[in-house]
């Protein structure tokens, strides 16, 4: 049905339309309506209020289903044979298209990480030196977070654990909460990467679910491992029974094949010396500066000056009597010999690596939506969704943690994994319920990689690095066995579609998760562990417990309201502004500039005279 009136005149509509518009009144109720010149517009109705459009437009329609990828071009036979050579030109394009920008993708986020870690390495070592804080598990949990967030890395934050647990600055018992908050801290990069879909209502419904399942699963685990680990300790003791089962030898090396691809082009642009990093926390700090300068020496030569160097000759010049140095190899990177200070770098290289990153995130999702059409996306589905033949469905959910866990060991990264598993979902090629296992299974990944990278450590540090990669496995192992074993305690789905509901419809949502998750409630839970066990129990048991109980009221209000007192069993007596977030909206709505805060135009559907089933059910055909 055409989107406006063509001439001044309306098409005569079907006997299949009405009859589907019969339906549809039958369904809502009489209403009284009238023919009104003009377009009509469908928008929004405000909260206690009823309209038939909304139920029309959503009521029938689950927002969480795959969208039809319908194929809008002409079939394989229509065409002719120069019109089939164009079309597989075009798909080749469009996949070269595509695999360059997955690359330029993976690369703009290890530019990204760079310049995180140039920009908080300080930060980052000088949080770790205070051992008495490290003391207490929730301000080492919180460490773990702030450290992982401002370096966006999370091997650099586990080598800066492994180091300061190897030099006896830091107890095993300590280092726990401090992983636990290393695992939180690295699902920020797929939440950033899902922004990038905001344009889109629907797309970004699905990419911000897709990216806060992997956030609240992270954070559930801990809601539950960091009171049992401080009261009896279950993570470290089986580390240490698993170290002490094992003979284990230094030597081992994990399978770097993602750097392998993505070094010669980010090389060219910055190379860090991450180990200055852990010298600054263990305080062995010698390089003042994270950007490298030397790469690599040649030698042994000599120095000094000799009859066979000539009396002009300074420097190394091979003599028998003189003593042997190595001669240092420059870099040869954009900012090898800069004179600029690594936080002025980092600042150029975090506008730089965000520009290209989202650029590169919309051409890869325009590219998705052209190429995965028809039957290519049919295909594409049903292999990616597919589920075993009864009775062994249930097994599909475990194969996909298995290829989650072995992509990420391919990749190297999880960041990676789960930056190119957000795009795709919010596209609708893959289920969010399908995308839950992978990303569990990319956290298994990621510890199994680490494992291999202990394996590589001196044989001093090699019983540190070993066992708190085996802390950081049971984590995630023991997060998989309370969150997805049993089908009804899979919370984080659930939870993550409320999210994505409320971002739908108020974009600014996503920006204040991401902020109070990873940024204001971890920097409040450090202040108050810094004044001590006593303030921070005040301070925050009754916070803690409030919510809590806001919760379980929640709950019971939709399942159980007979169970509460009269006045609980709804908000209705709250102010607006502490049981809606309609109140916030409209605020922000006047703060923000271009109304880049408030809900998408998709939100708000035209629909015409003729598409409004009222207007056409009042009309004689």
């Not at 809502?28 to 038939?52: D, E, F, I, M, N």
Request: glycine content about 8%.
């Amino acid at each position: 049905m055409p989107n406006s009136l063509t001439g001044g005149q309306a098409p005569r509509p079907t006997l299949d339309t009405v009859g589907l518009v019969n339906r549809s009144l039958g369904n809502a109720g009489t209403r009284s309506s009238g023919w009104v010149p003009g377009p009509t517009y469908l928008t929004p109705t405000p909260a206690g209020t009823s309209s038939s459009a909304p139920a029309l437009e959503e009521g029938d329609m689950d927002p969480w289903a795959l969208p039809q990828l319908k194929d809008t071009g002409q079939s394989w036979k229509e065409l002719s044979v120069a019109g089939r050579l164009l079309r597989v030109a075009i798909g080749f394009l469009k996949a070269c298209g595509l695999l360059g920008s997955l690359y330029i993708f993976i690369c703009s986020l290890d530019i990204l990480s760079s310049a995180f870690q140039l920009l908080g390495s300080e930060v980052a070592g000088d949080i770790f030196k205070d051992s008495v804080v490290l003391s207490n598990p929730v301000a080492g949990l919180v460490i773990g977070v702030l450290v992982t967030v401002l370096v966006q890395s999370s091997s650099t934050s586990s080598s800066i654990v492994v180091s300061m647990v190897a030099s006896k600055l830091l107890t095993v018992r300590a280092s726990v909460p401090i992983i636990m908050g290393v695992n939180v801290g690295t699902s920020i990069t797929s939440t950033l990467v899902s922004m990038a879909q905001s344009g889109d209502r629907d797309e970004f419904r699905r990419a911000f679910g897709g990216s806060a399942v992997h956030g609240i699963f992270n954070w559930l685990t801990v809601l539950i491992l960091l009171p049992l680990e401080s009261a009896v300790a279950p993570l470290e003791t089986l580390s240490t029974l698993a170290l002490d089962a094992a003979s284990l030898q230094p030597g081992g090396h994990a399978p770097d094949i993602l750097k392998v691809l993505t070094r010669p082009l980010t090389h060219l642009i910055v190379q860090l010396d991450t180990d200055a990093i852990t010298s600054s926390a263990t305080g062995n700090a010698t390089n003042s500066s994270l950007i490298k300068r030397w790469c690599g020496t040649r030698g042994p030569t000599t120095t000094g000056n000799s009859s066979n160097c000539g009396a002009a000759t300074l420097g190394p010049c091979p003599e028998r009597n003189s003593s042997a140095t190595m001669e240092q190899l420059p870099c040869h990177h954009l900012f090898a010999g800069t004179t600029l200070t690594d936080l002025a770098v980092g600042f150029i290289l975090l506008a730089a690596s965000l520009l290209v990153l989202c650029t590169c995130l919309i051409l890869i999702v325009k590219l998705l939506n052209s190429m995965l059409r028809g039957r290519v996306a049919q295909a594409v589905r049903t292999v990616i969704n597919a589920d075993f033949p009864f009775p062994f469905g249930w097994l599909s959910g475990y194969l996909a943690i298995l290829v989650g866990a072995g992509l990420t060991f391919v990749l190297q990264s999880s960041s990676v994994f789960t930056a190119a598993i957000v795009p795709l979902l919010g596209v609708g090629v893959i289920s969010l319920e399908r995308v839950y296992p992978l990303l569990l299974g990319s956290n298994i990944g990621t510890t199994t990689t680490a494992l291999l990278a202990a394996l590589a450590s001196p044989s001093n540090t090699l019983l540190s690095a070993i066992q708190v990669a085996l802390i950081h496995f049971f984590f995630n192992l023991a997060g998989i066995l309370l969150w997805y074993m049993v089908p009804v305690l899979r919370l984080p789905i659930p939870l993550a579609k409320r999210f994505g509901d409320l971002t739908a419809r108020y974009r600014w949502v996503a920006v204040a998760y991401l902020l109070l998750s990873f940024l204001l409630l971890p920097l409040a839970a450090f202040g108050l562990s810094l004044a001590g066990d006593t303030v921070l129990a005040a301070v925050g048991g009754p916070l803690v417990a409030l919510v809590l109980l806001v919760a379980l009221v929640n709950v019971l209000q939709r399942q159980r309201p007979a169970w509460l007192p009269r006045p609980l069993r709804s908000w209705a007596w709250l102010p607006l502004w502490l049981r809606s977030l309609e109140p916030w909206d409209r605020l922000l709505s006047r703060c923000c500039p271009c109304r880049a805060c408030s809900p998408p135009q998709a939100a708000a559907k035209e629909a015409h005279c003729y598409d409004n089933p009222e207007i056409l059910a009042s009309q004689q055909l």
